[in-house]
C-alpha cells in the first residue's frame, strides 16, 4: 500500500466517524425504510420526467399538468419533518466534504507551487 493510499484510507476513516457523516447516513437509512417516502420520491422524478418528454413533444397542456403534480409532490415532501431533517443533516455532511475538498485542494496547490 502507498503512503498515498494510507493518507486517503486514514482520511476515509476520520470522515466515517464524523458525526456529521453519521447523522446523514442514519437519516437516509430511516428515508430507505419508508416505503411510501421512496414511492413519493418515485413518483414525483417520473412526473418531473413527464414534463420534460411533454415539452420535447411539444405538448404544452401535459407538461403543465406534469410540472403541476410534480411541485404538488414536492411540496408535500418539503412539509415532512423527515425530509426536512434528511435536507439539514446533507448540507451539514455536504458542507464537511466541501470543506475537506477545499483544504486538500488548497494545500495541494501549495504543495505543487513550492516544488517550483
Known amino acids: 500500500m502507498t503512503l498515498f493510499e494510507e493518507k486517503l484510507k486514514i ?9 456529521n457523516i453519521q447523522a446523514y447516513q442514519a437519516i437516509e437509512e430511516k428515508i ?14 417520473a412526473y418531473q420526467q413527464d414534463a420534460v418528454l411533454f ?9 403543465k399538468q406534469a410540472d403541476q403534480n410534480a411541485k404538488q409532490m414536492s411540496e408535500v415532501l418539503n412539509e415532512l419533518p423527515i425530509v ?9 455532511a455536504s458542507d464537511l ?11 495541494i496547490n501549495e504543495e505543487l507551487n513550492n516544488d517550483k
Open 32 to 45: 430507505r425504510q419508508v416505503p411510501e417516502l421512496t414511492q413519493m420520491v418515485h413518483d414525483m422524478k
Open 11 to 19: 482520511l476515509k476513516t476520520l470522515l466515517q466517524e464524523d458525526e
Open 84 to 92: 426536512q431533517d434528511y435536507r439539514s443533516k446533507m448540507q451539514d
Open 55 to 63: 415539452q420535447k413533444i411539444e405538448k404544452p397542456q401535459a407538461q
Open 97 to 107: 466534504l466541501q470543506y475537506v475538498t477545499k483544504t486538500l485542494e488548497e494545500r
